[in-house]
């Protein structure tokens, strides 16, 4: 596996870029507590870049940003622990961020809690792939927006549920980011997982010469009844109908 090197320095450097824009940013009502896993669990979101992303990808999967139990605590797209322990076998240090919602306490690789959406994307690769080598010697998964939105009951807020002018700078950062990353990897493909992510690629990517081609895969939230019933199956079905495998 490609580990370290200029490569993995770039992307970190857009990451980094990104943290430090999407930070700056402010949010109000219903939004009480905002946090950022590019900050307080860099450590693990760098081990995570050097280790599986150090090198171009046939195939980028794009989520939408961190939730309570999974990036949240590990700094890893869709970051269920037990995946990010196990599977890819990630250590990193993950401190407690400032702005945590007391509800939904960072414990990082110590969290006894699973996040769904993380537990079935990541077992669906490796159900399919075995080894995480074999599905990163084509593949890697990133978050379009990094931060973690939260209303005062500890509910879960996603960005595209945000008021248009706090969205605005977010979304003109987190594109910044999103274009440096796709050149830097330079894919064949590019994979929304849901709606949301695959508008915002489709839009960077509108009118790019050469631009890699966007497909999607349905959510795997379990807020999602489409993904209560088989949700492997169908994002297989997805997959190689749309001819990304």
């Not at 995946?83 to 969290?111: F, I, N, S, T, Y």
């Not at 079935?120 to 080598?133: H, I, Q, V, Y």
């Not at 605005?168 to 830097?184: H, K, Q, S, Y």
Request: glycine share 10%; net charge positive; charged share 25%.
């Amino acid at each position: 596996m490609a580990r370290g090197g200029t490569f993995a320095d770039r992307v970190l450097a857009a990451a980094a870029a990104l943290r430090e824009e999407a930070s700056a940013l402010a949010f109000g009502d219903p939004v009480t507590h905002v946090t950022n896993p590019l900050d307080y669990a860099w450590d693990l979101h760098e081990s995570w870049v050097r280790t599986w992303g150090a090198s171009p990808r046939r195939v980028l999967f794009l989520g939408m940003n961190p939730g309570p139990w999974g990036m949240a605590q590990t700094g890893v797209p869709f970051g269920e622990v037990a995946a990010v322990r196990d599977w890819l076998g990630l250590r990193g240090r993950v401190r407690r961020p400032a702005g945590e919602h007391p509800k939904r306490p960072v414990q990082g690789l110590d969290c006894p809690r699973s996040e769904v959406s993380g537990r079935r994307l990541w077992g669906f690769f490796a159900a399919r792939f075995g080894p995480p080598e074999r599905f990163f010697a084509e593949h890697f998964v990133l978050n379009y927006c990094p931060l973690v939105f939260m209303e005062e009951s500890g509910r879960n807020r996603t960005p595209d549920k945000l008021p248009a002018a706090e969205a605005a700078p977010l979304f003109a950062a987190c594109d910044r980011r999103l274009r440096t990353v796709l050149e830097i990897y330079e894919p064949q493909w590019v994979v929304g997982v849901g709606g949301f992510a695959r508008a915002k690629l489709a839009a960077v990517l509108d009118g790019v010469p050469g631009a890699p081609r966007v497909g999607v895969v349905l959510h795997p939230s379990p807020a999602s009844p489409a993904a209560n019933r088989g949700w492997d199956e169908v994002a297989e079905r997805q997959l190689r109908e749309q001819g990304i495998w």
